[in-house]
């Protein structure tokens, strides 16, 4: 069944065919999140601005997020940009931002196509407002879409996004509308930008970097984490396949023990 969703687009005795033969359809991991790192490296490799190397990302985005709907991964979260990134210089936050405006603009066609349901997960509210703007008229365009949820983790920080929980509790127990003692781990759960979204089973970085950056803090605890030297903007589908082997061939117990 995978096969048949991929094969107008990978030839049969391709590298990326032996790969792809090699995944077990029914172990697909349901959550794949993914630090896109590297681009800035990419483009100084190339003499190149490093906004270059943001563009050419996009196009990993693209191949990423189709090879995800054609494997049957339910939810997507790519790390896009970070609360810690405003301390870069304006001119390549202000290149970013615009970036990401194009890519929402010309490819929401594409995500309705694919039925694709866009979310952010961040401080949406601290974006200037024709990028805030845009990117909340994409989430509700496609807020009825059935495939693949795409989940945007911008302006998004794991620590941010505990701060923000804590708040949210903190003025439900001052109203009086929860007690302390009633706190448990659910409950933290559905006061973070990821209520309703399952854990992540799979946590790739790119880059050869070997960290999670403030990255889903709270949601990784029992993530399988995959780090490759690939740079983002030449990762695709071949290296997205032996993540997922990599990811297949692992015995996850949760702090258990294995079955004996």
Same mark, same amino acid.
């Given at each position: 069944?995978?096969?048949?969703?991929?094969?107008?687009?990978?030839?049969?005795?391709?590298?990326?065919?032996?790969?792809?033969?090699?995944? &077990?359809?029914?172990?697909?991991?349901?959550?794949?999140?993914?630090?896109?790192?590297?681009?800035?490296?990419?483009?100084?490799?190339?003499?190149?601005?490093?906004?270059?190397?943001?563009?050419?990302?996009?196009?990993?985005?693209?191949?990423?997020?189709?090879?995800?709907?054609?494997?049957?991964?339910?939810?997507?979260?790519?790390?896009?940009?970070?609360?810690?990134?405003?301390?870069?210089?304006?001119?390549?936050?202000?290149?970013?931002?615009?970036?990401?405006?194009?890519?929402?603009?010309?490819?929401?066609?594409?995500?309705?196509?694919?039925?694709?349901?866009?979310?952010?997960?961040?401080?949406? =509210?601290?974006?200037?407002?024709?990028?805030?703007?845009?990117?909340?008229?994409?989430?509700? =365009?496609?807020?009825?879409?059935?495939?693949?949820?795409?989940?945007?983790?911008?302006?998004?920080?794991?620590?941010?996004?505990?701060? &923000?929980?804590?708040?949210?509790?903190?003025?439900?127990?001052?109203?009086?509308?929860?007690?302390?003692?009633?706190? &448990?781990?659910?409950?933290?759960?559905?006061?973070?930008?990821?209520?309703?979204?399952?854990?992540?089973?799979?946590?790739?970085?790119?880059?050869?970097?070997?960290?999670?950056?403030?990255?889903?803090?709270?949601?990784?605890?029992?993530?399988?984490?995959?780090?490759?030297?690939?740079?983002?903007? &030449?990762?695709?589908?071949?290296?997205?396949?032996?993540?997922?082997?990599?990811?297949?061939?692992?015995?996850?117990?949760?702090?258990?023990?294995?079955?004996?």
């Amino acid at each position: 069944m995978i096969w048949n969703s991929f094969e107008k687009i990978i030839e049969p005795d391709s590298p990326e065919a032996e790969m792809l033969a090699r995944i &077990d359809p029914q172990r697909i991991p349901r959550h794949v999140a993914v630090i896109m790192d590297g681009n800035g490296r990419w483009a100084a490799a190339r003499s190149l601005p490093r906004i270059e190397g943001h563009r050419a990302g996009a196009d990993s985005v693209k191949e990423i997020t189709e090879t995800s709907v054609r494997l049957g991964v339910h939810y997507l979260t790519l790390y896009a940009f970070s609360v810690e990134n405003w301390k870069r210089p304006i001119t390549e936050v202000n290149e970013l931002m615009r970036l990401l405006r194009r890519y929402v603009r010309e490819d929401l066609p594409t995500l309705m196509k694919h039925k694709i349901r866009l979310k952010a997960l961040g401080r949406l =509210h601290e974006l200037d407002y024709k990028t805030r703007t845009l990117v909340e008229k994409a989430i509700h =365009h496609s807020r009825d879409n059935t495939g693949l949820q795409l989940n945007i983790a911008l302006n998004y920080g794991g620590r941010t996004e505990l701060v &923000d929980a804590m708040r949210a509790l903190g003025r439900l127990c001052t109203d009086g509308g929860l007690k302390p003692e009633d706190i &448990d781990e659910s409950t933290i759960g559905r006061h973070l930008y990821t209520a309703g979204i399952p854990e992540p089973d799979l946590l790739i970085r790119t880059s050869g970097e070997y960290r999670i950056s403030n990255f889903l803090l709270w949601q990784t605890a029992y993530t399988e984490f995959y780090f490759t030297p690939v740079l983002w903007p &030449d990762f695709r589908k071949i290296h997205y396949f032996e993540a997922i082997i990599d990811f297949q061939q692992r015995e996850r117990r949760y702090g258990g023990v294995k079955n004996v």
